[in-house]
């Protein structure tokens, strides 16, 4: 088999699901196009939030989904000093140049395809004029890019994270000026095709050295500061149990992965409010899409979570290490969740300096205070902090809940479901801008207010009938103590009943029946899919 056709046939066999998303996005969009604009639906595609929900929401998780896949980022720690280019691919009797030239022909490919297919079928507003080319070719090279950086070996922890930073936010800042500027198609082809083969130069030098072990080292070089700053010794302690040894063990090999990636998609989405001064609606339909960054990003990260160790290459099944610790199966678990809460609060707190200095830097914190003052006018200053700190608490809540509740799928080692649950969360991502844009757009919003309560009973019935079961089972297999089933119950009662005590408190009207509160309130404390954590580990752990 020829390198070709190899390189083809693993990304074709690892990723066929998220191929057939790919395509199935294009023929939704497809579809969407011919009943919409053909028919005359009242739908108004001209607006920017139109535009942003149904073309640019979609686009950008498809093309987030593909700079991973492309760029082996699930394959790797991007916080490590060794390069992210699969060990397991250095053995195979190819040279250096066809490793790293067939990942990136492959990738631009998908990229070209992908911006060219949904300019095609994509819903694009008739107001806005849309290049054919340059948008392509600007992917394509973020992609090179990406995979020549990560692909690299580097001398310090971290230096990768601030390289592919700084130097794709400088080539995206760049196309954005041009863009500003309304520069021509062939100015910014001569600026972007230059940089692929530039791009691919530096990926086989990275290839070439990570294939012959070269990984410098620099730690010891700023030894000195250390002396000379008189700080205390960072030689680690032992650990007080095996327990505090695995989450540990567990931040080292996970636990930095998603603030990575938050850390690399931020510059891209925030830049875009330097080209909204002045549009209110658009700043804040751009600040929606950088909260939901790491949600989207825990649940591309959770895949890598539940592995038990970066280096098992394509097998997800539990490695003898992790077997034969003399560790519980609920511990390990419970090391797990340890790591992604230091993993969300770390990836938070790095978005929530970076939205503040970019507002401020780019002007737009004056529209964003202008409509905070019109808000707390309406409801009263009370209620608008705890209404916004009710929204940064739900979408930390959510961030911790994707890398942990897709665990008991994870862990029990079958990679037809680990990689189906990761496809439904991409076609969600892709399904949910046209879906609200037809829904407020065609006016039925009414209707589906009307059929909430409903769908939340169905929803908190399922859950409650799931829970039982899987607590029932977790008696029965004496994965966990009665006192820890217990205090578990009831930490979740008091989760649930707080919760409820707040969206009272802050929906003290008509409009929001208490019991649509409580149910939203139940189905929001995760219950059911991480309480079947243990029961998927113990399944893989002792399947031999």
Known sequence: MSPAAAVGWEFRQRHRRGLIVLVGYALVLGVIKLVVLERGLPINFDSPEAFAFVVMMPLTATFTYSLAVF???????????????????????????????????YGSAAMVILWLGTRQFGLWPSG??????????????????????????????????????????????IALVALQYKAHEPVMLGIIAPQIPL???????????????????????????????????RRREPFRSAASAQAWFEWRRYGKSLPAWVAILLPFELILLWAAPDSTSLVFTILVGVLLTPPFMASVAAVAVSKSSPDAGDSYDVTPFIATRPLTDAELVAAKLKMAIRSTLSAWLLLLLAMTLALELSGTSAL??????????????????VALLLIFAGC?????????????????????????????????????????????DSGRLGELWSALPLIFAVLASLKMIAAVWIISRLYQTRLLSDRALVTGAGLWCVA????????????????????LLMLLAILAIPLARLSAAPLALASNRHRR
Not at 406 to 427: H, M, N, P
């Open 71 to 105: 760029s082996f980022g699930l394959d790797g720690d991007i916080s490590a000093r060794q390069s992210m280019y699969p060990a397991r691919k250095f053995t195979q009797p190819v040279t250096t140049s066809a490793l790293a030239w067939w990942p990136m022909i």
């Open 128 to 173: 806005i004029d849309v290049p054919l080319m340059w948008p392509a070719l600007l992917a394509a090279s973020l992609l090179a890019w990406t995979q020549a950086l990560t692909w690299m070996p580097y001398p310090l922890p971290g230096l990768r994270i601030v390289v592919t930073v700084l130097l794709l936010g400088t080539i995206d800042s």
């Open 199 to 233: 791009a691919y130069l530096v990926a086989r030098f990275a290839v070439a050295r990570a294939r012959r072990g070269e990984v410098p080292d620099w730690r010891g070089a700023f030894a000195w500061l250390t002396q000379n700053a008189r700080l205390p010794s």
């Open 368 to 385: 964003v205070l202008e409509r905070w003052r019109a808000f707390t006018g309406i409801v009263g200053a009370p209620r608008a902090v």
């Open 396 to 440: 930390i809540a959510s961030t911790w809940r994707q890398l942990v509740q897709s665990l008991y799928i994870g862990l029990t080692g079958r990679a037809s479901l680990i990689q189906g649950s990761v496809l439904l969360v991409l076609g969600f991502f892709f399904l949910f801008g046209p879906f609200a844009e037809w829904i407020i």
């Open 496 to 515: 649930v009943l707080a919760l409820y005590g707040v969206l009272v408190w802050l929906m003290d009207t008509p409009h929001f029946p208490h019991y």
